[in-house]
């Protein structure tokens, strides 16, 4: 069985940066598909980022392009998002999404795709 947790959440300003991460256990973390999603105060939950880790270039929802990056440490079994230039609007509960699989580009945003899912950790943008 696969665990993800999240960590990094918390208050920030507008302009802030922080750093989510999503460690994996119980799994060989090589080969496989890692996504962070996230679900605003009554909205639906939307992709943010994901990534294979063995090939391909990651992919970003076109509101947070430029300014969150998504990354990995693979001794650490340990996803990273790292989100600069926050903005109210990306207030949300983050969610880090993982599969066995590599997924083709265009499934990288599926929430469907995703076997494994954390907690989740929130994150309040305000002044």
């Known amino acids: 069985q696969v665990q993800l947790v999240e960590s990094g959440g918390g208050l920030v300003g507008p302009g802030g940066s922080l750093r989510l991460s999503c460690t994996s256990s119980g799994r060989s973390f090589t080969g496989n598909t890692m996504a962070w999603f996230r679900q605003a105060p009554g909205k639906e939950r939307e992709f943010v980022a994901g990534?294979?880790?063995?090939?391909?270039?990651?992919a970003y929802a076109n509101s947070v392009k430029g300014r969150f990056t998504i990354s990995k440490d693979s001794a650490k079994k340990t996803s990273y998002l790292q989100m600069n230039n926050l903005k109210a609007e990306d207030t949300a509960v983050y969610y880090c999404?993982?599969?066995?699989?590599?997924?083709?580009?265009?499934?990288?945003?599926?929430?469907?795709?995703?076997?494994?899912w954390g907690q989740g950790t929130e994150v309040i943008v305000s002044s």
């Open positions: 990534s294979r880790w063995s090939f391909g270039s990651p």
């Open positions: 999404a993982m599969t066995g699989r590599n997924l083709i580009q265009s499934s990288l945003s599926r929430g469907s795709e995703y076997e494994y």
